[in-house]
């Protein structure tokens, strides 16, 4: 089975602009978690969508948001952008109960 | 909510020696412990998990061992090789929940 891909791979934006990221599961996987990941902070999880519906989520403000559609392809949407939101964010995909395998993520910049 | 706190933070150990990273939970509901590896530059790699109603999961040279009542779980890897250097995630979860609670990762050297 091929593997959980995230598009794109780099992406640099300047403050205050928005940004989506896409994440597609391995076939058959219709969990879609997201995390984000710094140095300082470490992997933290965002949200997680099962079905289409959100059914976790995180400590991030609401300028984070995501989606999920019928085909289990996920986005992640980030609003007004700050210098923070630097960051690698993973997508992890499952069948819906517990094991998460990850995607090479998108090296997010802002400038 | 939960919290994973990992040690030791960078680990340095002669190739063919013993490599051991310890991880303590607070949330007693939690009863699902990956470990992932992350190589520099690389997504985060499912080395081995466990579930709480098990102690002790083998897989060739890694074992990762889970103590229920005091709350905490190791990965140990033996004879470690070169290639093990990385980052070593370890993490906790609630059955059902997709929500991972990361450690702050080990730094792994293994040294020829």
């Known amino acids: 089975k091929a593997g959980v891909t995230q598009t794109p791979r780099y992406l640099i934006k300047t403050r205050g602009q928005q940004v989506t990221l896409s994440c597609s599961p391995i076939?058959?996987?219709?969990?879609v978690s997201w995390y984000q990941q710094t140095p300082g902070q470490g992997l933290q999880f965002l949200f997680e969508?099962?079905?289409?519906?959100?059914?976790n989520k995180g400590n991030f403000p609401g300028r984070f948001s995501g989606r999920q559609f019928s085909n289990s392809r996920s986005e992640m949407n980030v609003s007004t952008l700050e210098l923070g939101d630097s960051a690698l964010y993973l997508c992890a995909s499952s069948t819906g109960w517990e094991t998460q395998y990850f995607g090479p993520g998108t090296r997010l910049l802002v400038l | 909510g939960e919290n994973v706190e990992q040690h030791p933070s960078t680990l340095s150990v002669q190739e063919g020696d013993s490599a051991v990273i310890k991880c303590t939970y607070s949330?007693?509901?939690?009863?699902?412990f990956p470990w992932y590896k992350q190589e520099l530059g690389k997504r985060p790699q499912l080395i081995i998990d466990i579930r709480s109603n098990v102690g002790e999961k083998k897989d060739q040279r890694i074992a990762v061992t889970l103590n229920k009542t005091a709350k905490h779980f190791s990965l140990h890897i033996t004879e470690t090789q070169p290639e093990d250097s990385a980052v070593y995630f370890c993490a906790a979860s609630q059955g059902g929940s997709e929500k991972l609670v990361f450690g702050k990762g080990t730094k792994l050297t293994v040294n020829p």
């Open positions: 949330d007693s509901a939690s009863n699902y």
């Open positions: 076939s058959g996987h219709r969990s």
């Open positions: 969508y099962f079905s289409e519906t959100q059914r």
